[in-house]
């Protein structure tokens, strides 16, 4: 049998969101479920791989199969598409297995031409809805498919407002509207060539093509290197019987949230608009009303809203996020999914749905998208000084947060401000999904239209930016880039503060401060260490840091840099003398002035751990990074070596390295200076020993080997330590445990880490030169040529950011097997950057490591991803 790539909606269910994309598998969901929701049908997220694969076209077995199945439509509704009599309308949509609100496009009221408009107009009595129909059919289409830009429509519609002396569009009257239907048909052929297509099955293929098409369009592939969804992923096509929410003062459209989005206050949130198309809601050009107000107006019709939301999020047990539209007074539901929260309600409504006994821990747990716990690690205004600083606006507090820039009035403006350093805040009439890179690029964003749950609101609350949205009282010129409030003027060189939890603008630059972590959260992660079994340690080469990630839970530090110890102005210059020193005795001399510094870094980075693990990793400085390169460093520097600025100069065109990041670097610098890893482990155990005695602590450090690629370099590089650390411990009469391991970061390590575990205690894996090393890719450079590589579909995520699974993951798990096969108590752990990804945490996970490392704010992402990762694939017993 053929495959089959159209479903109707009772054809599925919530179990096939990887084949009918979520709101498809949402939509069969509540139609299973006997929720009012209008009649349609999925053409598959297979659909629009295959579209992709055969060159963007839809094969003709799939355009049979969607005219078949809108057969199966028409004699489900009792009507006609395109057809003369009771025509049938649709909206078609995208949806992804993931939702990417505003990301791709939808149109409404498909089927309608200049025969069915009438048709319509007389079956509902209503002329002027007909043609408030048709005219946004007419721009959608041409916007979405023919790709003729919306603003040119819109400039249309204002001359004829402006010209009948209105400003609203519900102002325009049913002849308004015909004249307007003419204009834009007149319009598009002046762009096309052609007339507006009048054949409904024609508009409908036309339409499921853009929607694939869409996938592909720049503001969801910006958003779906965000959120970590793949390209291969494809969306699928709703097409559903239009029903209608502009046919007059009983009808409306609103969105509506099962919980407060922003707070997660367990209340219904819902906005809506009589006498308008959802599209209206979301654009935010008419500000909405709260859901209360339609108990006043529609007693019934609000009791039975409120009823299915209920059943809609006890059935799903997560809080939904839900289109509805009452048409002439009935209401129906258009889609539901579970709804994009701030990082404070997603914690508030996992927290109350365990109490309440919605839910349990494990699934509470996986509630949570790892990467929202950043926005409460951040930032919010010093309470004092913002009380020095003038509100001079106030709009809903739409995504929380705080945010300080100077004014960008576009997109580009801001992206381009933020790549020169600046920091901006974004501030726009509406915002429009083709604002997305600006919004990222922003500190926050402000809009002067709009409510919660507008294009700016869910977007930024995903993003966990910033935002106060729908600030009506200030007016914004974006051809004069100003910004008036209350008579001001603010231009692009003013600061202005957002507090978008209050939803307050200040005037001027608020200095920031630290987040405070409770409550809810505190719960939260106390269920996420109970179940996960993957260790969560730190890369910190501070006291500072490890104070910081200590109080974010971490477990140990698993990488402490120590070459970033030698930045300081004062000690850099020391380290310079070691590096260019042409003999034993000069570098000797260097490393003894170097001892007592590393030892005290490392005693503080001890008493800040209080008594965890601590892994010191030895001297791993690609060279190039320390030389001088300013001709008064170079003089200054050979004047205290006592040599001249020429002998100097002729030593670093020695050290001169093609490739440092493949040079002397790494063990290689003790295999041929092995002084410095004597003067290392001196510091690392007179540290520890020290520290023990002092606080009666029994820390065992954990001495880590960079650039290991052959067992006999390690070895040689462990007989300096163990030789000179058992001296140390003998010579004092003390005891003291500790290990030593290496880092795994060359392939070749990986291929022989059998061999390499014979002499380690613990490996952990390097996976940015690893990363680097498989791929051949220069960590450096790889940003320039990379983002060819997106465009094209090679790749579609940072191989630096998040591991490459099906190579690198595969060196890494090569090793692991080897590793454990000759030892099976080795230690294993991952230092790289991945160690704070979460699809890479979870692949640790998998493969079977102890812990994960990573930078101390990314912690507790990593606390939540591993219990996830736990959740999903047990390995507790
Ligand atoms: C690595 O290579 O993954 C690593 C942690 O070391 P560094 O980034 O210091 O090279
Ligand atoms: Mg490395």
Redesign the pocket.
Known sequence: MSKKYVYLFHEGDASMKNLLGGKGANLAEMTNLGIPIPKGFTVTTEACNKYYDDDKVIAPEIINEIHHTMSQLEAATGKTFGGEVNPLLVSVRSGARASMPGMMDTILNLGLNDKTVEVLAKETNNERFAYDSYRRFIMMFGDVVMEIHKKDFDAILEEMKEAKGVHLDTELTAEDLKELVLQFKAFYRSQKGTDFPQDAREQLIEAVTAVFRSWDNPRANVYRRLNDIPSSWGTAVNVQEMVFGNKGDTSGSGVAFSRNPATGEKKIFAEYLMNAQGEDVVAGIRTPSPIEELEKQMPETYKQFMDIVNTLENHYRDMQDMEFTIEEGKLYFLQTRNGKRTAQAALKIAVDMVEEGLTTKEKAILMLDPKQLDTLLHPAFNQEEMKNHPVIATGLPASPGAATGKIAFTAQEAKERHEAGEMVVLVRQETSPEDIEGMIAAEGILTVRGGMTSHAAVVARGMGACCVAGAGAIKVDEKKKTMTVNGKVYGTEDYISLDGSTGNVYEGKIETVEPEISGHFGTFMGWADEIRSLKVRT?ADTPHDAAQAVKFGAEGIG?T?TEHMFFAEDRIFIMRQMIVARTEEARRAALEKLLPMQKSDFKGIYKAMEGRAVTI?FL?PPLHEFLPTHPEEIEELAAALNVTTDELNGVITDLHEFNPMMGHRGCRLAVSYPEIAEMQTRAVIEAALEVNAEMGWNIVPEIMI?LVGEVKELKYVKNIVVKTADAIIAEQGAELKYLVGT?I?IPRACMTADEIATEADFF???????T?MSFGFSRDDAGTFLKHYYEKKIYDFDPFAKLDQDGVGKFVKTAVTLGRGEKPTLKLGV???HGGDPSSVEFFHNIGLDYVSCSPFRVPVARLAAAQAEVKNPRKK
């Open positions: 890369n990488l840099r990793r791993d960079p880092m970061e952990s894996f390097g996976t940015n030169d690893l680097q230092c790289g950057e």
